[in-house]
Nanobody, 118 residues
Framework: QVQLVESGGGLVQAGGSLSLSCVAS????????MGWFRQAPGKEREFVARVTWSAGSTFYGDSVKGRFTISRDTAKNTVYLQMNSLKAEDTAVYYCAATSSTVTYAYWGQGTQVTVSS
């Protein structure tokens, strides 16, 4: 099992920045990819970004490309999401997820609220 704990959410004005962190514990050796997703009220969960654990290759959803940056620190078992130029439509609960060696996004954190005021 892998446990994920997010932190860093909060309230920010439009145009501002916020940084999220997600610390993994447990069977972290099994992690191959970590990603961030978000879910706004009344909407489906949306993919935000992902990073491969060993190579650090990144991929972003179209809505955040150029504004958000995902990174990881394997020594700290932590993945980060730097969010710049935030918009009101970025308001959502942000979830961290980890892919194990066998199951895509098998593990999820509890989520952290990000609210962007316009």
């Amino acid at each position: 099992q892998v446990q994920l704990v997010e932190s860093g959410g909060g309230l920010v004005q439009a145009g501002g920045s916020l940084s999220l962190s997600c610390v993994a514990s447990g069977r972290t050796f099994s992690i191959t990819t970590m990603g961030w997703f978000r879910q706004a009220p009344g909407k489906e969960r949306e993919f935000v970004a992902r990073v491969t654990w060993s190579a650090g290759s990144t991929f972003y959803g179209d809505s955040v490309k150029g504004r958000f940056t995902i990174s990881r620190d394997t020594a700290k078992n932590t993945v980060y999401l730097q969010m710049n130029s935030l918009k009101a439509e970025d308001t959502a609960v942000y979830y961290c997820a980890a892919t194990s060696s066998t199951v895509t996004y098998a593990y999820w954190g509890q989520g952290t609220q990000v609210t962007v005021s316009s």
